[in-house]
């Protein structure tokens, strides 16, 4: 068989930690390369972490772009050539430049399966690469497979072969009701996600299976593999098993996820980062900024000097603004009515996120290979 390489991006946020070190302990067989792409626009408390993980896991490939650039950091290089155009959620020119483009030059040509730490409690895809020899999978989810991967395997042209598949791999206790839904064509009543769920709730197992081989039949690595043990894999990890993880196995949780209580008016509240990455990272919250702010004040002001030329962080707001006073005032209290409306829907048993969408807090999958 072709050799595949197995890789894995740490970030220096939790979940990829995570998931490295599940990675070790429940699959040891599988040889994984694991890398780091560095920014040099990370916190202490990112570098930190990845040099604690170095220790646990073995040798960490540290990628770094623009490699002889007279430029103190890699950003600040491709900023130069951006002529000083700041990226955003419309253009993420930092995570193409710095990140995706030195990751596929780390892979190369060869076939690679990349492991994504993805919760099992998020409701979003990641990254899939253009590059038809980079198969992402999710260990954490119900689901480990991409959104390309679902769609080719229960895509209507395909039906006889799934129900093929099924009837060869599936036990006789599930096979009837197994082929009944694999026959069901994808419709707009009944459609992707709807029969994906259907076929998982019958049995994991024999739906990882079942993609397997139909992968076999195609050019995406993990077909090119004798085995893959992830077929067998029924865990779904939320953010406490992530926390329990990283505890446990003594790597330890980067400190900024720490919740740290601040005043304001006689009220009390918390604030704390919710990511990893770049330290000026354009996808934060405000209150986020204000916790950089008053945490890393130093940081902040350097962040505000990439501000110039009518280019912000934020849109319709400089981060000197966001630093007077009476603004600071205004987050921090607009936070605090916004924790207790997370804590009134915990205490009522509802389900709750502590990032609304209307805090514009928009993940970037790519920002965490």
Request: hydrophobic share 35%; proline share 5%.
């Amino acid at each position: 068989m072709t050799r595949v390489r197995h890789v894995l991006g740490i970030s220096g946020g939790k979940d990829s930690a995570a998931l490295a070190i599940y990675m070790k302990q429940k699959y040891p067989e599988l040889k994984i390369e694991y890398y780091n792409s560095d920014t040099g626009c990370e916190l202490e408390e990112t570098e930190r972490l990845v040099n604690n993980l170095e220790s646990f896991l073995g040798k960490i490939e540290r990628l770094r772009a623009a490699e002889g650039s007279p430029e103190p950091t890699p950003f600040d290089h491709f900023l130069k050539a951006s002529g000083g155009y700041l990226p955003s959620p419309q253009a993420r020119w930092c995570t193409n430049k710095m990140k995706l483009a030195e990751f596929e030059k780390f892979v190369g040509d060869a076939p690679a399966v990349s492991y994504v730490g993805i919760r099992g409690d998020e409701d979003r895809e990641g990254y899939v690469s253009t590059k038809p020899n980079i198969q992402a999978v999710f260990p954490f989810r119900k689901n480990i497979w991409s959104i390309d991967v679902i769609q080719k395997v229960l895509h209507n042209d395909n039906i006889e072969e799934l129900i093929t598949l099924y009837k060869i791999w599936a036990p006789d206790s599930i096979k009837d009701e197994a082929v009944e839904v694999a026959s069901i064509p994808i419709s707009k009543s009944f459609f992707y996600r709807r029969k994906l769920n259907a076929l998982l709730d019958i049995c994991v197992k024999t739906f990882n299976r079942v993609v397997f081989e139909f992968l076999k039949t195609t050019d995406y690595p993990v077909g090119k593999l004798d085995d893959f043990p992830l077929i067998d894999n029924e865990d779904i990890l939320v953010k406490d098993d992530i926390f329990s993880i990283l505890e446990k196995s003594g790597v330890g949780v980067p400190a900024y996820y720490n919740p740290i209580e601040f005043e304001v008016d006689g009220k009390k509240g918390t604030y704390s980062r919710s990511r990893s990455g770049c330290y000026f990272c354009f996808f934060q919250q405000r209150i986020e900024w204000i916790w950089l702010l008053e945490q890393h004040p130093e940081l902040f002001k350097k962040s505000m000097e990439y501000e110039k030329d009518g280019y912000t962080w934020i849109q319709g707001e400089t981060l000197e603004e966001l630093s007077r006073p009476e603004r600071v005032r205004q987050i921090k209290l607009d936070y605090i009515k916004k924790q207790e409306r997370i804590n009134a829907k915990k205490t009522s048993g509802l389900l709750f996120e502590m990032f609304d969408e209307d805090e514009e807090e928009i993940h970037c999958a790519n920002c965490f290979i």
